[in-house]
Nanobody, 124 residues
Framework: QVQLEESGGGLVQAGGSLRLSCAAS????????MGWFRQAPGKEREFVAT????????AYADSVKGRFTISRDNAKNTVYLQMNSLKPEDTAVYYC?????????????????WGQGTQVTVSA
């Protein structure tokens, strides 16, 4: 089992930056792949970024590629999402999620463990 708690959300102007953190508890964190997803009002939850258990493999949605960076610190049981050059369309609730199977996963259904989410609002 993996328990997840996000932090770091807030209100920022367009062009600004935020860093989200996801603190994990549970014995399987270091062997879990991690992902960030987001959900805007009236829209489905969508993939943002993912990182393998070792941190050696990452993948990003096209909409955030070059602006967002996912990383992890297994010693601190924490995964991060550095978000730069934020746009109003990045406004959403951001969720941290974990999976324990092999491979790189970009679908909501691949992740059995989820945090409660943190709100990110980008003003124009």
């Amino acid at each position: 089992q993996v328990q997840l708690e996000e932090s770091g959300g807030g209100l920022v102007q367009a062009g600004g930056s935020l860093r989200l953190s996801c603190a994990a508890s549970g014995r399987t964190f270091s062997s879990s792949g991690m992902g960030w997803f987001r959900q805007a009002p009236g829209k489905e939850r969508e993939f943002v970024a993912t990182i393998s258990w070792s941190g050696g493999s990452t993948a990003y949605a096209d909409s955030v590629k070059g602006r967002f960076t996912i990383s992890r610190d297994n010693a601190k049981n924490t995964v991060y999402l550095q978000m730069n050059s934020l746009k109003p369309e990045d406004t959403a609730v951001y969720y941290c999620a974990a999976y324990t199977t092999r491979g790189t996963h970009v679908f909501v259904s691949d992740y059995p463990y989820w945090g409660q989410g943190t709100q990110v609002t980008v003003s124009a």
